[in-house]
């Protein structure tokens, strides 16, 4: 029948993308089979669904409306299955993933082998990249962000918060002084990410204090930033994950640790617009998470305990 699953999933893939030759290859078709299929399709249910041309496939009214459709027959099925998987079906499928490359080989790919020991039918697709994607035009299950999110229509789950402080080098700091207030920031060198010249950080009593920095060297990469503080040229923001060991062995040290930084950014898993969240996305998702933020739990806990200790020299 045309109504079947995996035609409805091709439809679904080939609306998104708008070809049909690239829908089928996700499927393992050809593109003669799979323009085959979507035809099979549109005689079942007698209507045109795609308008296609030499450039484009774009849906005709029809096709709009029955996406709406297939779409929640879709995301049912899915979410039987998760239902039916966490009452003791195994487990299995490929989930595809995308993250920040410095995030991601940090913070998720050394929990991988652990999760590939419990789930051993569970296929994993990673791909790392500072690159903005298309999750639901790339075909990604989960995609985690560190950010401030806008209004989408993705299905957003928070995973844990993500802590960023000031940090520099104590060769920096027996240099140029270290700061008791941020608006000492302003005779430092700081090292800004990206076109952010104001950093803004909230004091105990939650005043909030809003300072314009400069210095000679700005990045839209948080690691360079961080190689430019290890290496004794200013004062950078950082997150937590990023800093731990360098804090821990003393190669740098926090700035300001009465004060915390603004926004206060957390760490978000999406995924693409549906009811259901399939059982091979969910048990990675939780394991991931789970990770996440014990180690971020301990991060906190070891790096709350250093004390900033800095030999300041004042010149003769």
Known sequence: MALEQKNLQLFDRVATLGAIGRAGAEFGLSSTNASERIK????????TLFHRTTRAVTLTPDGELFLGYVRRILGDMEEAR???AQEGGAVT?????????SFGTSQILPHVPEFLLLYPQVDVDLHFSDAVVDIVGDGYDLAFRIAELEPSSLRAQKVDRNPTWLV????????AGLPDHPQDLMQ???LPLGDRRSW????????????????????????ALMD???????????????AADHLREGRLIRVLPSYSDLPELELW????????????????LDFIRDRIRARNRQLARDCSMMRAEVALHTPN
């Open 228 to 242: 430019l503080a290890l290496a004794d040229v200013g004062i950078c923001k950082i997150s937590l994950w990023q």
């Open 82 to 84: 998760t239902v039916l």
């Open 168 to 175: 520099a080098s104590p060769g920096y700091l027996a240099r």
């Open 188 to 190: 430092h060198s700081c």
């Open 269 to 284: 898993a999406l995924r693409p617009p549906g009811r259901g969240m399939p059982a091979r996305v969910k048990v990675f």
């Open 40 to 47: 099979a399709l549109e005689a079942e249910l007698g209507v």
């Open 200 to 223: 803004r950080l909230k004091g105990a009593d939650g005043q909030v204090h809003e300072v314009r920095v400069t210095g000679q060297v700005k990045s839209n990469l948080g690691n």
């Open 93 to 101: 499928g490929r989930v595809k993933v995308t993250a920040p490359a």
